[in-house]
């Protein structure tokens, strides 16, 4: 089955990777795509593909190329093949760099006389030394992501297609002045060496090693050819309660409690290799009696691939199964996950899977401690976001903040706030038990296909359906009768989401994304 394309915002990224906004292969047999040369040649001799490359050998004049790009470019990846020929002095030396229109130099990649690759932020004049080596006589993949945006600017670097932590940060300060210009080669005179350079190329999202050579016609594919990236599966709004008269001994009845019709899907299907539960993971309250009797027989069989989410059910201290003072704080809920759920009592916490970096949230913010700035939950998210640079991201929490179920609460919109600041993509709730998917947005609320987060309601866990009160701004599709999990294939530098309905259903919603 060809799967949908889910927005014309995956359409423009998707396009923008396929036709860059820049790239010289050299094979023009000249410098006619630089805007300025100076000293920089091209050779038929060290060359990565085709016929010719670009080559900048000096003892001592300066040896560089600048290109002005056609707009400026708040955001720009910058690619090229790169090999080391020689390298004598001893000062480094630069070989890509980025700068605004007027010229203003803003950050670069170079290599130390050590041959350590390194960047320095032009803005702050600072740099860094990583401790990967470019070898020389070797050509080499070398990438730089930057983001200008004050001082929550982004910077990452990749060589050989490994993104290099240590040079990547999303705390850089890099200025406001966009990028204009950049620059192959080392314009400082000096220096002694012989660098070549292949197949280079600049775009808004990442340039991928081998550049798919057709645009629309390979998105159907892209979400349903076998992938050895990791799989999510994830859903809230679980399991019911021991004492529901439509419990049938975890078998559910009709169009409720029918978390263990789910949890097959996820028990059925190798492909899943982590589990997100969404919040009211466990009704009435989430006694740990009560998750012993019914989660755990359900979704229960896949608790040791599960990262939960807390849920205003199970901070409940009265009207269910085990529901009493004990269980205060979420009591079962922290009990039952264990570490899973991290440290007891918050109820934030984050990892990776692949590329991707997740993070879980508690959006019930008195139980928090707060979801406000400066909040322990914010403080902790602010300094997560910080030290986990990965280009793609993914919160999940049980409140929404946008809903068109009315159950929408503003309380994580700090929360929100700092996800967006970070560059994050995707975030997953429940709490009204439908499913609902959003097109990107600001942390207002306004359609933001540039650097907006989307919003997944998955309340589809099992427990029972709910309706839509009022359609909410930038609401691309809802389903409110249909149980079952979203799929998301997190890709190095995009995901695929997929629906996948419970046995006997048909609604489904798939689609495409690349990561800011
Ligand atoms: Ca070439």
């Given at each position: ?5 889910g927005?014309?915002?995956?359409l423009?990224?998707r ?6 906004l ?14 300025a ?9 060290q060359?990565?593909?085709g016929?010719?490359a ?8 300066a ?7 056609p707009?400026t470019?708040p955001e ?8 080391l ?8 030396v630069n070989?890509?760099?980025f700068r605004?229109?007027?010229g ?5 990649l170079?290599?130390?006389?050590a ?13 860094t ?10 050509w080499?993949?070398a990438?730089?992501?930057l983001r200008?945006?004050g001082t929550a ?10 993104r290099?932590?240590?040079?990547s940060?999303a ?6 002045t966009p ?28 340039i991928?090693s ?10 159907p ?6 992938t050895t990236?990791?799989?999510l ?15 049938n001994?975890g078998a ?25 539960a969404?919040g009211d ?5 989430g006694g740990?009696s009560?998750f ?7 979704w ?24 009493n003072?004990g269980?205060?704080?979420?009591a ?10 991290g440290?007891?009592?918050?109820g934030?916490y984050?990892f ?6 997740l ?13 406000g700035?400066?909040s322990?939950?914010?403080t ?6 910080a030290s986990h ?9 049980h409140?929404p ?12 919109r ?13 975030i997953l709730?429940?709490h ?9 947005q600001?942390?207002?609320?306004m359609?933001?296909n540039?650097?907006?987060i989307r ?5 589809t866990g ?8 009022t ?6 599709v809802?389903?409110?009768d ?5 799929k998301?294939?997190l ?5 695929d ?5 419970e ?5 489904t919603?798939?689609?495409s994304?690349?990561?800011?």
């Open positions: 089955m060809l799967a949908v394309v927005s014309a915002a995956s423009t990224a396009a923008e990777a396929v036709a860059p820049f790239a010289d292969d050299f094979e023009s047999g000249g410098l006619s795509g630089w805007t040369v100076s000293g920089l040649a091209v050779q038929q001799q060359v990565y593909a016929a010719w670009a080559r900048g050998t000096t003892s001592g004049p040896a560089y190329a600048t290109k002005t790009l707009a470019q720009l990846f910058y690619r090229t093949r790169v090999k020929i020689s390298l004598g002095g001893t000062s480094s070989f890509m760099k605004t229109a007027t203003t130099a803003i950050a670069e170079y290599v130390t006389p041959g350590l690759l390194g960047y320095r932020n032009d803005v702050t004049a600072t740099s030394n990583s401790q990967t080596t470019v070898t020389a006589g070797v080499h993949e990438q730089m992501h200008v945006n600017s982004t910077v990452e670097v990749w060589l050989d297609g490994t290099i932590d240590a040079l940060t705390t850089a300060s890099l200025g406001t990028v204009g210009r950049i620059q192959l080669g080392e314009n400082v005179a000096g220096r002694s060496y012989d660098f070549a350079y292949d197949d280079v190329a600049a775009d808004t999202s990442y991928n081998t550049p798919t050579t057709t645009t629309t016609t390979t998105l594919t892209t979400t349903t050819e076998p990236d990791p799989v599966a994830a859903a809230g709004d679980i399991a019911c309660d021991p004492l529901n008269p439509n419990f001994g559910g009845s009709g169009d409720v409690c029918r978390d263990r019709l789910v949890s097959d899907l996820i028990l059925n299907d190798a492909s899943i290799d982590a589990v997100a969404l993971n466990q009704y009435y309250c740990l009560a012993q009797q019914s989660y755990d027989q359900s229960g069989r896949v608790k040791t691939i599960t990262h939960p989410a807390v849920g205003n059910h199970e901070y409940l201290t009265s009207g269910g199964t085990d529901c003072a269980n205060a704080g979420a079962g809920y922290f009990t039952y996950f264990g570490a899973a759920a440290t007891p009592g918050q934030w984050s990776d899977m692949g590329a991707w970096h993070i879980a949230l508690n959006s019930n913010c008195g139980d928090a401690g707060g979801c700035t400066g322990p939950q914010e902790w998210l602010r300094n997560d976001l640079p990965n280009s793609c991201v993914l919160a999940f929490y409140i903040l946008w809903s068109s179920g009315g159950r929408a609460a503003n309380n994580t700090t929360l929100v706030t700092d996800l967006y600041n970070a560059g994050a993509e995707v709730a429940g009204d038990h439908i499913y609902e998917r959003f097109a990107p600001n942390p207002s609320g359609l933001d540039a650097r907006g919003e997944f309601i998955v309340g099992g427990a029972n359906h709910t309706s839509i009160a359609v909410a701004p930038n609401s691309e809802r389903n409110t249909t149980f079952g999990v979203l998301l294939t890709h190095p530098n995009s995901y989401w997929r629906f996948t309905p046995a006997g259903k048909t609604f919603d798939t689609g994304q690349a990561c800011h």
